[in-house]
């Protein structure tokens, strides 16, 4: 088979399609990404008057969506990627319903219990794409995907924020899960990713330049990378309030917003000029990362914390890019589903342990803590990339049979 062969998508299966996949994660994920910011005001609703535990609450659909990502993968291999596609939205739809007409904080939190364990939208859409695509092919359509998440996370806190004024969010989450079931109707149109027959074997030839890690080196990277990032995201308002006091709610989420507007600008031609050399692109973006983080610290000014918040965007995108073409060189000769299950587990605990370290700096040390934490993490990532690199089990690529 030649290099070509294996780059090309599965028969049947176009551009469109992959559109389609990542339109209707958008518009699913909009109540799962744009309400959680709004828990302190939620909770006073549901008897919690002081939102006391609106920390704890914020990581819950996080915990059991790790918990639940690995079986629904391996349930996807085995039954259907698109079926469990369409669970995962049904059952994103079921969980907001659930949350929006809660009348006690019992009933709340077991809705944010089943929108982790039911949903699981990311990954399910990553293993249906993994099924129907491979290569280059698959590595863009993992990084259209990662852009449909940043683009989400922006739209969705404004859009939600704007419709307070009419209906409060707690109620909204009842509205909004006319998404799910809308993205659901949607997906039911698509078809059913066919596998296709592969020789025994590949002439050693094909690829060789690729650069390749293990899976253990995949999900080491995946939660390196979601720990270090995320980890900044719970207390930046009240780090930028603590290094220019005044700054106007506007500015401080503009501020919030520009590493994934970056991404948004950039991924496409980040993939094109990394997608053969996705472990330079990852060290690369660990890099920024950690500079773009130790410079929180010490940025006084606006236009200091524009230009740290732009490199860190920088590195955002540079390592979400490299992990996508990481991922999509490993998925070749698996079960995609189990492995972007597996993969969702360790980004799911990254965010985590980073929402606990957060929180734990941020109260022992101030608010420069959780940046400077993550800053850390990210530069001992660059220091261990740069020399798992040079071992030959990296350079090794993994013969599968079909």
């Known amino acids: 088979m030649s290099a070509q062969a294996l780059r090309m998508p599965r028969p049947g299966f176009g551009r469109g399609h992959v559109q389609a996949v990542a339109g209707c994660y958008f518009v699913a994920s909009f109540a799962a990404l744009g309400l959680p910011p709004y828990l302190t005001e939620i909770l006073p609703e549901l008897g919690d008057h002081q939102a006391r535990w609106a920390g704890v609450l914020y990581i819950v659909p996080t915990v059991f969506g790790a918990l639940g990502a690995p079986l629904w993968g391996r349930l996807a291999d085995r039954y259907g990627r698109k079926r469990l596609l369409l669970r995962a ?27 982790g364990v039911l949903g699981g939208t990311f990954a399910a859409s990553n293993g249906y794409l ?78 060789a330049a690729a650069p390749v890690v293990s899976l ?81 610290a010490v940025a006084g000014s606006p236009a200091s914390l524009i230009a740290v918040r732009l490199l860190l965007g920088v590195g955002l995108t540079l390592g979400l890019v490299s992990l996508s ?32 370290a957060a929180a734990a700096g941020s109260a022992r040390f101030g608010p420069a803590a959780p940046v400077l934490i993550g800053g850390a993490a990210a530069a001992v990532t660059v220091i261990a990339t740069l020399l798992l690199s040079s071992l030959p089990a990296l350079n090794h690529r993994t013969r599968r049979s079909s």
Do not use: N
């Open 89 to 115: 939205q049904l059952g994103l739809a079921v969980s907001f319903v659930v949350a929006g007409w809660a009348d006690s904080m019992a009933t709340f939190t077991v809705a944010l219990v089943l929108q």
């Open 216 to 296: 253990k080196v995949l999900y080491a990277l995946e939660f390196a990378f979601v720990f270090s990032t995320v980890i900044s995201f719970p207390y930046l308002i009240a780090l930028v309030d603590d290094r220019i006091p005044g700054t106007s709610p506007a500015l401080s989420g503009v501020l919030f917003a520009l590493p994934h507007l970056v991404y948004l600008v950039a991924a496409l031609a980040v993939h094109a000029t990394f997608r053969d050399r996705p472990r330079a692109g990852i060290a690369l973006g660990f890099a920024c990362i950690a500079l773009g983080l130790a410079g929180h």
């Open 325 to 356: 073409v990481l991922a999509a060189d490993c998925a070749k000769g698996r079960a995609p589903g189990g492995m972007f299950g597996s993969l969702e587990f360790f980004s799911k605990a990254g965010a985590v342990a980073a929402g606990v």
């Open 130 to 207: 993994g099924a129907a695509l491979e290569g280059p092919a698959l590595s863009k359509a993992l990084t259209l995907m990662q852009g449909s998440a940043r683009a989400a996370l922006v739209v969705a806190p404004i859009v939600v924020g704007s419709l307070s004024g009419w209906l409060s969010p707690h109620r909204q989450y009842a509205l909004l899960a006319v998404l799910p079931l809308t993205a659901a109707l949607l997906l039911a149109a698509l078809p059913e990713p066919e596998p296709v027959e592969q020789p025994q074997s590949r002439p050693e030839t094909v690829d």
